[in-house]
Nanobody
Framework: QVQLVESGGGSVQAGGSLRLSCAAS????????MSWYRQAPGKEREFVSG???????SYADSVKGRIIISRDNAKNTMYLQMNSLKPEDAAMYSC??????????????????WGQGTLVTVSS
């Protein structure tokens, strides 16, 4: 079973930077798309950025130009470099992974896993 652990959250001033990490463990035979979501108090969870198993990236319009997603497949870790942070970026950031096939039969079975989240606060 895949497990995700986020880290790197914290408190920064507006204009500052943070680098979030999402470490995956539990499976080395399947391929996974990975993504970041965030949820601010009183708001719905929203997509932030994603990176598929081939490295293709996508971003929400609200973060384009300020955030860079990347992954290190050798370390089974995804990163979110957040720059020029704004108060509206404050939220609980969670990573998600979706299985997309692999070298074992079970890799074709659907699987979606979420991490517990890491909190980002941005002061103005």
């Amino acid at each position: 079973q895949v497990q995700l652990v986020e880290s790197g959250g914290g408190s920064v001033q507006a204009g500052g930077s943070l680098r979030l990490s999402c470490a995956a463990s539990g499976d080395t035979y399947c391929y996974y798309d990975m993504s970041w979501y965030r949820q601010a108090p009183g708001k719905e969870r929203e997509f932030v950025s994603g990176i598929d198993k081939n490295g293709l990236t996508s971003y929400a319009d609200s973060v384009k130009g300020r955030i860079i997603i990347s992954r290190d497949n050798a370390k089974n870790t995804m990163y979110l470099q957040m720059n020029s942070l704004k108060p509206e970026d404050a939220a609980m950031y969670s990573c998600k992974t979706v299985r997309r096939g692999g070298t074992r039969v079970y890799c074709s079975r659907p699987l979606e896993v979420w991490g517990q989240g890491t909190l980002v606060t941005v002061s103005s």
